[in-house]
């Protein structure tokens, strides 16, 4: 996949929502699930893009609540939305993150070159930096779909 593409797929997730990311059921692709925002006028509920890193040889998932804030958010209420709306502390129950400022497409780094010279394919490096995890990624290639609003991915058949 060439940066000029991947740049253009990564720019649609600026400002949005986290509401999933991890690695897919087969253990191969990382996924990241974001809400779209739309006008809440409309009153229909947000489309959800899936953004599947292919070939995901690394993946590397770091808080960015702040020490200070951790400590005062675990509290078990303050996984829910409805015990924990009054507290104080990180509301983990929201049960999405705010993608800002969005993912960004790294330069060619050690790990992208060492992957694309062992693997024979080309590999690229993205950060995803929410309001409580920032995410790096070293995969090869980019697929975004629509899914269903409530899309469980771990689905077991």
């Not at 897919?24 to 739309?38: F, I």
């Not at 229909?44 to 958010?73: D, K, N």
Request: aromatic letters at 10%; glycine letters at 6%.
């Amino acid at each position: 996949m060439n940066t000029v593409a991947l740049r253009q797929l990564l720019n649609d997730t600026f400002d949005h929502a986290v509401v999933h990311h991890g690695y897919t059921n087969y253990m191969r692709d990382y996924e990241v699930v974001v809400s779209v925002a739309v006008d809440p006028c409309i009153g229909a509920l947000p489309p959800h893009r899936r953004f599947l890193f292919r070939y995901c040889v690394e993946a590397r998932c770091e808080t960015s609540v702040p020490a200070e804030t951790w400590s005062v958010s675990l509290d078990d209420r303050l996984i829910d939305r409805e015990t924990g709306d009054d507290l104080d502390g990180y509301l983990w129950g929201m049960k999405w993150h705010a993608l800002y400022p969005g993912a960004t497409l790294l330069p060619e780094s050690e790990a992208t070159r060492r992957w694309s010279e062992a693997v024979g394919i080309d590999f690229h490096e993205v950060r995803v930096e929410t309001n409580a995890h920032n995410l790096a990624l070293v995969f090869s290639d980019l697929q975004v779909s629509m899914v269903q609003v409530g899309y469980a991915p771990f689905v077991i058949e």
